[in-house]
């Protein structure tokens, strides 16, 4: 049986890639001209205000090139699950998608240091490291032979917990007994049982109803998460943890990164670059009117927490990263090195 549905899953990913290509002909012949179009896939859902500022990337791509490359963009997951964008990258058939770094660790574990609870000791640390870490740009190239490399980041924001109950949460004891929505991630359910909660994985999707139900007493995850998807109508408390920055990743594919110049791999990474900064440039706003946008729905807001029983209790999952090889350690201590000396980590 399992067998058997292992081979539909494969014949059903082949024919996603097949229908994927030739949709993609079809507008390449409809488009055909001196202009370079790449086509960037992401699962965003359009019209939102992280799809507008991830359509930047095209304005900015244009003023770049002189209108001489465009970015053609498929949000809202037109092109199937993140997986399967990776996959059509790798295959050539995708120029580039925008993917969380907790997919990309299914393609090269390195990856998955960016799940690591509390690697990141704010939002200053966050930035500063993604963007001058010498181990991080390493770790974007080290992936060509797999079809794929890493060309820039997206700055989402920290996650946090939020919970039905009106209660801040700064220790493992306050979660203790309580089931928490947790993504499809080892690391992330280690995370929320290091920090003294019963992780239930489940699909983002499925959280409002999971909430609605009493399947789950809470979840974590961004400010935006909780307002866009509702959930501030179903919990009373939302705590600032910052237990994680998981940056989503801009990769393009090998093949397509190989065929242009110099001068057309730098307009590409400027454009990119603009189009974070863009977005960080709007992010804390965004951040303030979808709090301000809780509490009108009676969520009350914890800030400026003690952090320091969270970040002990979650050690154990950066030693285990650490333990993985040179290599890991190497891109670990590259990290934290950016770390400010009044930073979280004097706290750990």
Same mark, same amino acid.
Request: charge should be neutral.
């Given at each position: &049986?399992?067998?058997? +549905?292992?081979?539909?899953?494969?014949?059903?990913?082949?024919?996603?890639?097949?229908?994927?290509?030739?949709?993609?002909?079809?507008?390449?012949?409809?488009?055909? #001209? !001196?202009?370079?179009?790449?086509? +960037?896939?992401?699962?965003?859902?359009?019209?939102?205000?992280?799809?507008?500022?991830?359509?930047?990337?095209?304005?900015?791509?244009?003023?770049? #090139?002189?209108?001489?490359?465009?970015?053609?963009?498929?949000?809202?997951?037109?092109?199937?699950?993140?997986?399967?964008?990776?996959?059509?990258?790798?295959?050539?058939?995708?120029? &580039?998608?925008?993917?969380?770094? !907790?997919?990309?660790?299914?393609?090269?574990?390195?990856?998955?240091?960016?799940?690591?609870?509390?690697?990141?000791?704010?939002?200053?640390?966050?930035?500063?490291?993604?963007?001058?870490?010498?181990?991080?740009?390493?770790?974007?190239?080290?992936?060509?032979?797999?079809?794929?490399?890493?060309? @820039?980041?997206?700055? !989402?924001? #920290?996650?946090?917990?939020?919970?039905?109950?009106?209660?801040?949460?700064?220790?493992?004891?306050? +979660?203790? @007994?309580?089931?928490?929505?947790?993504?499809?991630?080892?690391?992330?359910?280690?995370?929320?049982?290091?920090?003294?909660?019963?992780?239930?994985?489940?699909?983002?999707?499925?959280?409002?109803?999971?909430?609605?139900?009493?399947?789950?007493?809470?979840?974590?995850?961004?400010?935006?998460?909780?307002?866009?998807?509702?959930?501030?109508?179903?919990?009373?408390?939302?705590?600032?943890?910052?237990?994680?920055?998981?940056?989503?990743?801009?990769?393009? #594919?090998?093949?397509?990164?190989?065929?242009?110049?110099?001068?057309?791999?730098?307009?590409?990474?400027?454009?990119?670059?603009?189009?974070?900064?863009?977005?960080?440039?709007?992010?804390?706003?965004?951040?303030?009117?979808?709090?301000?946008?809780?509490?009108?729905?009676?969520?009350?807001?914890?800030?400026?927490? /003690?952090?320091?029983?969270?970040?002990?209790?979650?050690?154990?999952?950066?030693?285990?990263?650490?333990?993985?090889?040179?290599?890991?350690?190497?891109?670990?201590? /590259?990290?934290?090195?950016?770390?400010?000396?009044?930073?979280?980590?004097?706290?750990?």
């Amino acid at each position: &049986m399992k067998k058997n +549905l292992k081979r539909l899953g494969a014949l059903l990913t082949a024919a996603a890639l097949v229908l994927a290509a030739l949709t993609f002909i079809r507008v390449k012949r409809a488009n055909a #001209s !001196n202009t370079i179009q790449i086509r +960037l896939g992401h699962n965003q859902q359009g019209g939102t205000e992280i799809a507008n500022t991830i359509a930047k990337f095209d304005e900015f791509t244009r003023q770049e #090139s002189g209108e001489k490359m465009s970015v053609k963009i498929y949000p809202s997951g037109q092109l199937g699950s993140e997986t399967s964008e990776v996959e059509m990258v790798q295959a050539g058939i995708l120029d &580039m998608a925008k993917v969380s770094s !907790n997919t990309l660790g299914q393609f090269d574990s390195r990856y998955s240091i960016f799940a690591i609870p509390y690697l990141f000791k704010g939002q200053e640390h966050y930035y500063k490291s993604m963007e001058k870490s010498q181990a991080v740009k390493d770790l974007f190239r080290a992936t060509a032979n797999k079809g794929f490399i890493a060309i @820039g980041y997206y700055a !989402n924001g #920290s996650r946090n917990f939020y919970l039905k109950e009106n209660v801040k949460v700064d220790s493992p004891s306050v +979660l203790a @007994g309580k089931k928490i929505r947790s993504m499809v991630s080892s690391t992330s359910m280690s995370m929320i049982t290091a920090l003294g909660g019963t992780p239930v994985p489940m699909a983002a999707s499925e959280t409002y109803s999971a909430l609605q139900q009493g399947i789950v007493d809470g979840a974590e995850n961004t400010e935006l998460a909780l307002t866009v998807d509702g959930h501030e109508d179903l919990v009373s408390s939302y705590t600032y943890t910052e237990h994680q920055y998981s940056p989503d990743i801009f990769i393009i #594919s090998t093949k397509k990164w190989n065929s242009l110049t110099d001068e057309q791999r730098e307009q590409l990474t400027n454009a990119l670059e603009k189009t974070n900064d863009n977005f960080k440039s709007a992010y804390n706003r965004m951040m303030d009117e979808a709090m301000d946008q809780a509490r009108q729905h009676g969520v009350t807001v914890y800030k400026e927490i /003690d952090k320091s029983e969270l970040i002990r209790a979650v050690q154990p999952i950066h030693q285990k990263y650490i333990d993985r090889g040179a290599e890991y350690q190497a891109l670990y201590d /590259d990290i934290e090195s950016y770390a400010g000396a009044s930073s979280q980590g004097a706290e750990k």
